[in-house]
């Protein structure tokens, strides 16, 4: 998906909210977020949002010279997620369906992003009050029964906190496939409050999948910027889910089949995806 | 009360809806919001959002030579409110109280401001429906007890399909005191969807009050750039009545004293004031 000017106002709410982490001067801020304003409209529309993330929240690092303002933020997150994991665990145990549960909390984790919502993180026990009714777009059956079949499985994951969800999924499905070879996916570097190789071990991801790097500081896997190790297994893996709006918005130009999971979340991508914001998405890209 | 750097996405949102009014070229609508992003930075903090919009807004009508984008979303805004003009003087009559009734329904007559809310301008059967059950900020008692001595009253407008509203408190004020001498101040030119002379024609204020125009094109009335004929007024009226953020922002570090009338919508003239957004607040400054 590309960029529209509805992002813009958007990246400046964004970056001020990262810049009020990092200082409480306000001269400060207003020098970075001019910066931005003078750089945003040098950046081509046709590239997408996370695209355009990466260079900006490379332009904050820089001149702030703070490389990870969400790392306190985002080890808190995961450590209050981990900490209902037992709830959320016992909850998978009484569900009638335990792999469309799963997947149901993994969406209703993806509220955690604080990209998105500054009002700060919610605990896990809220993962389980904000499980979706529905999805609007509902592919799980046809994801249900690609997984029977599958040999790898690739999930590109989006944000800490809600990490600690798409674990329980991945065991969830390697319980539905024990032989299945799982690879997870996290950022290559620091990027606003997304998922590093330090999230991931901070919560056991390595126990269950095979972590690897994306190769880019982008809030998103960017096509023609992945790692090689990466890039070999997005192209050949029998499946692939790839999480959040992040991930949706770099991805859905994307030729390969594959499934997205996630909450919508603002406007833009609502349109594009033809749902209401709010609504829960797992959606088949071309055929998956 | 000056502007924050919360207020650049906002400011860069309501450009955005307003380019939109005027152009559907995407390259149009980019190129005049690098303008406003190259603008932003140079102006002060330390004025108040309103006069920021005044530069911002002038901008965009030399830029794309359109002076009046919301014309016709004005006009048929002040159409719809008076249509239900009726209603609103039915539930009056009914009220156990017209006077504080006639304030309720102005303050929910702000709920029709389109600089904020884009979704469209709600008819004023809606003014009934968002009728606040109390005041965050509640000194309506003592605007009544100066009412009774008060020999002058100026009112200083906000936005269209609103003025009906106010229209309708102005004509209870003038019922109370059928002697008092009542003027409206309007805006001195079109700016966003706020009044000018032409709405107060359509909607028949000046059968009511005397309509004088502000001096210039901000969406407020700006202290300092005022015309002779309101300074003159504001100076020496025996009371003030201000409505709508914009007026609040304006004049908040006015010496004088008068009343704010207005429904909080965002978070930044809600911490300024001490009330949650969504509040309604009739607040009596420096002692009114």
Chains 1, 2 share one sequence.
Not at 97 to 117: E, S, Y
Request: with cysteine.
């Amino acid at each position: 998906m590309r960029t529209f000017l509805d992002c813009y106002p958007c990246f400046l709410r964004q970056v001020l909210a990262t810049l009020r982490l990092v200082t409480d001067d306000e001269a400060e801020q207003k020098r970075i977020l001019d910066l931005v304003m003078a750089r945003l409209p040098t950046l081509p529309l046709a590239a997408s949002p996370p695209e355009i993330a990466e260079v900006i929240y490379g332009l904050l690092a820089r001149e702030t010279g703070i490389e990870d303002p969400y790392r306190e933020l985002k080890a808190a997150a995961n450590r209050r997620a981990l900490a209902s994991l037992p709830e959320l665990e016992a909850l998978l145990a009484a569900a009638p369906d335990r792999l469309r549960t799963a997947v149901a909390l993994a969406v209703a984790g993806n509220l955690m992003d604080l990209g998105v919502q500054h009002e700060g993180f919610k605990a896990a026990e809220e993962i389980a009050a904000h499980l979706p009714r529905e999805f609007a777009i509902d592919d799980e059956p046809l994801f249900r029964r690609r997984l029977q079949t599958a040999a790898s499985l690739l999930y590109i994951g989006d944000n800490a906190g809600e990490i600690v969800a798409d674990r329980l999924l991945l065991a969830e499905i390697r319980r539905e496939r024990p032989e299945l070879e799982l690879t997870f996916v996290v950022r290559g570097g620091p990027i606003i409050n997304d998922v590093t190789i330090e999230d991931a071990r901070q919560v056991g991801m390595d126990a269950i999948a095979e972590v690897i790097a994306s190769g880019c500081r982008a809030p998103a896997l960017l096509p023609g910027k992945m790692g090689a190790a990466v890039e070999r297994r997005f192209r050949t893996a029998d499946l692939v889910i790839a999480k959040g709006q992040g991930n949706y918005e770099a991805l859905s130009q994307e030729k390969r089949p594959l499934f997205f999971l996630l909450q919508c979340k603002c406007p833009v991508v609502g349109r594009d995806l033809g749902v209401a914001v709010g609504s829960a998405v797992f959606k088949a890209h071309r055929g998956a």
